[in-house]
Each structure stands twice: as C-alpha cells, then as structure tokens.
C-alpha cells in the first residue's frame, strides 16, 4: 500500500481547489454561515453518491441528473433549509446552480447543488443571489465552508491526506456535515471530497461505492435516513499522475485513501451525533462473515437502550447481546464473549453468553471516556467489522424536540 | 359479530381464575411486588407467542417445551431479574415451576414461567420458595398480580370483556407489562390472558397468531426487541360452550374479543412506554395494500426523530415524510397526505407530498394532548393499518442510562 500522510487543508488540500463560505440570511433569524462554495480551477472528473431514501430533495435529483456526463467543477451548498418537499423546489435548486454557475464563469450543469435543514420549506434563492457576490474564494477556505454547511454540528469536520500515484504526490481531502439522521445507507450527511489525483469518473464511482459500504454507511447516529444525503468526489487531475483508468495499483493506492478520508470525517460524524457525549465503536470478531458481522455491529449501533446505557455508562452487557439477538444474524448466543475498552483499560463482562463477574468501578470508568469500544467475540470465522454510533442523551431529545423553533 | 361488553376483573374476569401478588425480595434494595401468581381451578387448553429474539431467556425456553401439549394450569412470574443469560437460568426456571407446581398442588408442566428485569444475573429462587406460601390466591388478585410484574410501567394495564360463543356468555381478560424494549415482534413485554371458554389449544394458537400481529407487533417503543417476551392464553372452559374446535362463528367471536383485549393492552403499552408523555398513533389509510401501510405506519412510529418532535409538540411532518420514505414500501411520496389529530382538533401540514401553510398554534396545541394521531392518506388503494407507539422524551433516556443502578 502506498504511504499516506496526514496534511492540512481540508477541501482545499489538493492543488487548484478553493472555497469560501458566507452567511447570506437563508433562515433570517440564524446568525451563522450558511452558504459554502468550492471550486476548481479546471473541470473535474467526479461520481457522488445519494440517499437511499425515496423521498429525495430537489437539489439531490438535480445533482444526479448533472453527474451523469461525470464531469463537475463546483459545489454550491446551503444549510437551513433542505430544500425537500417543498412547493418550488425544484426551481430554487435549479437557480441555485445557476447563480453559482454565473459568479464562477462555468456551465450550471458543472456545479453540484446541495443544501441541508428544515424539510418542506421553500429555499430563498434572492438572498443567495443577492450575497454572493461577497463570498471569497481562497485556498484556505476549508474551514469557512465547512462551517456554512453545518447545522446542529458542534464541531467541523475536516481532513485531508496525501499518497502517491503513478510516481506523483496526489492530495486528497474532505469537509463533511452530520449530526442528526445519520444512518446506514447514507444519513443526512453532506461530505465533498476533492482530490487533484488524475482518475476517471467510473474508476471514483467504483472507488466511492466500495468505500462508503465500510465508512458512511456504518456509522447511525439515529436510525433516521435523510431527504438530502450526498457525499461527492471531485478530481480534478492537477498532480499529473497518469489517469486512473482500471483497478491497478494506483487504483488501489487512490482508493485506500478515499477510504481514510471517509472513514476519518464517518467517525467524526458519529462523535458529534445530535447530543452525544461519546463515540461508541462497536466491534464484532470472529462472525461467520463480513454480513453476519456488520448486522451484529449494526444492530447493537442502533439499540436505543445499548445507546442510553453508554450515556449512563452502564456496564449493561446484556442489551448488547439481546441487540445481537434480534439482529437477524445468525450466530450462538452461547458462545458470544462481551467486553467494553477504552484509554482506561478494557474489562469482559459475558464469556460463552453469561454474565462474568467485574468490577463495576472499573467498568464505570472505562464507560465513561469520550470515546468507549463494546467488543463481541466470536468463534465462528472472519468476518470482522466496525460500526460508529454514538450514546443517546437528554440533549438528542432536546434539540429534536426544538428543531424548528 | 357477537356484542362484547367491557367488564372488570381483567385476568381473573373468566370463571375459576384467581391470582396474587406479592413482594418476596428478588432484588434486595427493590420495594415494589415483584412475585405473580395466575392459577385456574380446572386445567386449561393454552398456547403462547414468546420473543423472536435469538437470545431467549430459559423460563421462555422452558414454556416452550411444556405448552407443546397444549396444556397450562397456573402461570408464575417474577420481575426484577431477567433470568436470561445467567450462570443458572435453566436451574432457576426449572424450580421457579416446581415451587409453583407444589404450592398448587398440580404438575410442575403445567405451570408457565416468565421472567423480567435484568439480564445476565442469576435469579435467586430461594426467595421465592421461602415466601410462595404468603402469596394468596384471591377472585380479585389480578391488580396485586399485575403490580408484581410491572416493571418501569408507571401504570397496571389490565382489561376484560365478555361475549357469547355457542349461546354461552364467555368472559376474556388480561393483564400486561411493557414499558421499554417493546417493539414489533414482541418487544419486552409479558402477557396473560385467561378466559372461561371453551377452546381448543389448536384454535387458540390460530387466533392467537392472527390477534398478535394487529396489536403487539404494531407497538414500538424503542425499537429493541427483548429475550423474555411473552404471551400467554389459557383457556378453563368453564363458561360451559361447546369446545370451539373449528374456524366456525364461535371461533370468530373468540378470536374478536382476544383481539380487542390485546389491542387494548398493546395501546396501554404504548401509551405507558418508559418516560413517554403521550401516546402516537399512526394511521397509514389509502396504501396499496396491508403490508405496505404496515410498513410506513410502523417505521414512522420508530423514527426517533418523529418521536423527538412528537415530544416538542413539534408539527415537523418532514420528518414523518422522510420516515416514510426509507420505510422501503413503495409510494409516492408526490401523493402523501398528512395530517395531525388529537381531541384538540385536525390540522393538516402536507398535501401531495408538499407543505402547507397552518396555523402553528394550533398546530402545537392538537399535539400538546395525551393522544395524538398522524394521519398519513395515500390514494393508491385499501391498506388501512394503525401502529402504536409514544414520543421520545429525556425520562427514557434517564430510565435507561441508570436502569441497572
């Protein structure tokens, strides 16, 4: 596998990117930036991937209807409204590309429109019109667009690295905003990635999609599936390597680092889920098979009770094997050993499916870290996987609860 | 269909029935009744449905194995430890039977056992055979044994009704337990229904089967299902119809009134899931068939979003569209009604998959009551299905974060 190495600069990491992000009054009485734009200088090859939900927003239909040629230069993306079940949504994503389109001097079926919040709600596009005129695009504006397209994010969610491909030094990185209706399958998620790597659309398609099955799309937060997920990869070939175009190994060494960047901005999204106090990895071992495995994590992701007792770092092991139990995988609960880790060490707590006596202290501490591990052990075969999720809190149910005020 | 009245008495309404509670100190630091006892004078025919989870607790194990004759007499329940997962469990239920079966003087297979509380700790049967003897069986037991059973309910949940089968007045009741951990195929729930009439155990399961999937499997509280649920009917006969032994009139009547004492327990289930503040019913009309409106119905009542706003008083139907649309039924979503119910009035928030303008106020007022409905209307057909299910509050995550405490 080709070196990777962690750098700086987020979206704009990879040569000929820029971005910039304003607040132009989408929702008037919201004071923080929400609306972002990257650009590349040159047009890129690109491949995105949508949600899966039936109802989509407008700007998600737009998008895959301009991705088909694979070809885009820009993203234009909104947060407060989403632009979803909304009277005239389609013409306000329309629009919206074509003002970006306008500012940038580029063809509107080259930009990505992509927009977040409130569903059923029409998009004020006068006011995106109106201000962005005053949106600066500049290499070190990862940050700036980062931060227009969060929403009940607390934190932004960058990263970038570098390999190598075809004897070049090729740079790729990411912003991305998640938070709440993260899901497998793509919850409401926005990540663009960009990359100055020489690769064709159909090899990023295929890149893409094989990444997402083990980074987004294992992470839930809760359980929801969003009008509006999209997770876009733009290259725009300004490190000169020869272009990708077949599953060699420059092929590989381009995917694997896909696969770092999603998988860094999936764990970020699960940490920062709506409310949470900590990341809950949760690790199966030893499953029949990546299938089996991945229900187990999954479902054991998803339990609510498993959820609220790591919030309660409660070491209450058997909501985590009655999770297993119900997953739909098949494998025997008897032979099923439980433990939790974390920086403060790692404790069993079920070998063979039964309780094991522990020492509740210890298990308190190690629960109550910022980031908790629930491992399941298996001794039926390879399959091993992660899932990322997070506790459920108080504050889930009280931004829920608000959300629209 | 044969008139049903409403009666008092719930799982000691029927004929020859009686029942007790009382505390007999399962865990030591808990106050509350925690020992049931349900006895019929003469034995019954019976059958049940348990928890589809894979990790099944051993007293669901065990009634597994002794209803296979279609025979029960009495039924024994605990709550506060789980018996499922733990270092002896099969050892426990298996003496739980025999206590039972000495203190009543009939075979040890003719009792049930069921199990609720904690998994993975052993479940000490020594207080239950020391203490067995203070329990009295009383005409008027079901309330004592139904606090002995309840959990984190915060309320008995028992019902009664009578009707005729073969020009005999039969009488049906029941009482239940749920709380958390009530979901679709049986969350954590148990269940006991006795009736007077005259049934075979066959004809039972059949009704049984049939009544189960439009009432408990249309309940979410949580979305996790449990090791120990189950359901139980035992049938005395003593009402003195003939045995109903066939898909006849009587059998439908039977079944109807089993029907209506579950869907009754399942909505007090609903209504009482832990830290709930009010009961959601959701009523998916106009779908293209059963399964389809089951579909949509169920996955709205699950989305934690749709809780969390539910507990707002939040009119953000967005969310009950977007649960709608990963639901994987198929609809259109440019075709879906919806609107809000409540005994403050109707408002309806989306026409043709689109927002309207409402009047927020009353709006929050309709979902500020104790019962609200979602009405969902598509035009597509005659799937007509309710499912059940409460708001997502800050008590259930208090409950669950400290629930072994």
């Given at each position: 596998?080709?070196?990777?190495?962690k750098?700086?600069?987020?979206?704009?990491?990879?040569t000929g990117?820029t971005?910039g992000g304003?607040?132009?009054?989408?929702r008037?009485?919201?004071t923080?930036?929400?609306l972002?734009?990257?650009?590349?200088?040159v047009?890129?090859?690109?491949a995105?991937?949508?949600?899966?939900?039936?109802?989509?927003?407008?700007?998600?239909q737009?998008?895959?209807e301009?991705?088909r040629?694979?070809i885009?230069?820009?993203?234009i993306?909104?947060?407060?409204?989403?632009?979803?079940c909304?009277?005239h949504?389609?013409?306000?994503?329309?629009?919206m590309?074509?003002?970006?389109?306008?500012?940038?001097?580029?063809?509107?079926?080259?930009?990505?429109v992509?927009?977040?919040?409130?569903?059923?709600?029409d998009?004020?596009t006068?006011?995106?019109?109106?201000?962005?005129?005053?949106l600066?695009l500049?290499r070190?504006?990862?940050?700036e667009?980062?931060?227009?397209i969060?929403t009940?994010d607390?934190?932004?969610?960058?990263?970038?690295y570098s390999?190598?491909?075809?004897?070049?030094?090729c740079?790729?990185g990411g912003i991305c905003?998640?938070a709440g209706m993260?899901?497998?399958?793509?919850?409401t998620?926005l990540?663009?990635?960009?990359?100055d790597c020489?690769?064709?659309?159909?090899?990023?398609?295929k890149?893409?999609?094989?990444?997402?099955?083990?980074?987004f799309?294992?992470?839930?937060?809760d359980?929801?599936?969003?009008?509006?997920?999209t997770?876009?990869?733009?290259?725009?070939?300004l490190?000169?390597?020869?272009?990708?175009?077949?599953e060699d190994?420059?092929?590989?060494?381009?995917?694997?680092a896909?696969?770092?960047?999603?998988?860094?901005?999936?764990v970020?999204?699960a940490?920062?889920?709506?409310?949470?106090?900590r990341?809950?990895?949760?690790?199966?071992q030893?499953a029949?098979?990546?299938?089996?495995?991945?229900?187990l994590?999954?479902?054991?992701?998803?339990?609510?009770l498993?959820?609220?007792?790591m919030?309660?770092?409660d070491?209450?092991?058997?909501?985590?094997l009655?999770?297993?139990?119900?997953?739909?995988?098949?494998?025997?609960?008897?032979?099923a050993?439980?433990a939790?880790r974390?920086?403060?060490?790692e404790?069993?707590v079920?070998?063979?499916g039964?309780g094991?006596?522990f020492?509740?202290?210890l298990?308190?501490?190690?629960?109550?870290?910022?980031?908790?591990?629930?491992?399941?052990?298996?001794?039926?075969?390879?399959g091993?996987?992660?899932?990322?999720?997070?506790?459920?809190?108080y504050?889930?149910?009280?931004?829920?609860g608000?959300?629209r005020?």
């Amino acid at each position: 596998m080709a070196v990777m190495k962690k750098i700086d600069g987020g979206v704009c990491a990879a040569t000929g990117f820029t971005a910039g992000g304003i607040r132009c009054g989408i929702r008037p009485n919201q004071t923080k930036k929400d609306l972002a734009l990257i650009f590349s200088e040159v047009p890129c090859q690109a491949a995105g991937v949508f949600t899966k939900n039936r109802v989509k927003a407008d700007p998600v239909q737009l998008d895959q209807e301009n991705l088909r040629d694979g070809i885009a230069q820009a993203v234009i993306a909104n947060s407060g409204i989403a632009n979803a079940c909304a009277p005239h949504g389609r013409q306000a994503a329309v629009r919206m590309g074509q003002i970006a389109a306008e500012r940038l001097g580029i063809p509107a079926e080259n930009v990505m429109v992509c927009s977040t919040g409130i569903i059923g709600q029409d998009l004020d596009t006068d006011v995106i019109a109106s201000q962005i005129g005053t949106l600066v695009l500049r290499r070190d504006g990862a940050l700036e667009a980062e931060e227009a397209i969060m929403t009940t994010d607390t934190r932004p969610k960058m990263t970038a690295y570098s390999f190598t491909a075809g004897g070049k030094t090729c740079r790729i990185g990411g912003i991305c905003k998640g938070a709440g209706m993260i899901h497998p399958n793509m919850g409401t998620m926005l990540c663009f990635i960009t990359t100055d790597c020489a690769v064709s659309s159909a090899m990023i398609r295929k890149a893409l999609q094989e990444d997402v099955r083990v980074t987004f799309n294992r992470v839930s937060v809760d359980g929801d599936t969003s009008t509006n997920d999209t997770c876009l990869v733009l290259a725009n070939g300004l490190a000169g390597n020869a272009v990708i175009t077949e599953e060699d190994a420059d092929y590989a060494a381009f995917r694997d680092a896909l696969r770092q960047v999603m998988q860094d901005l999936a764990v970020m999204v699960a940490a920062d889920g709506e409310g949470a106090t900590r990341l809950l990895t949760v690790h199966v071992q030893g499953a029949k098979d990546e299938e089996t495995a991945e229900k187990l994590a999954s479902a054991v992701c998803q339990s609510t009770l498993t959820k609220a007792a790591m919030f309660g770092a409660d070491a209450n092991w058997g909501r985590v094997l009655c999770a297993c139990g119900y997953s739909g995988a098949e494998f025997d609960p008897q032979k099923a050993d439980i433990a939790f880790r974390s920086a403060a060490g790692e404790i069993a707590v079920c070998a063979h499916g039964q309780g094991l006596a522990f020492d509740e202290d210890l298990a308190r501490k190690i629960l109550s870290q910022d980031a908790v591990v629930i491992e399941i052990r298996l001794p039926d075969g390879g399959g091993d996987v992660c899932c990322w999720g997070c506790d459920l809190t108080y504050d889930y149910v009280k931004i829920n609860g608000e959300y629209r005020s």
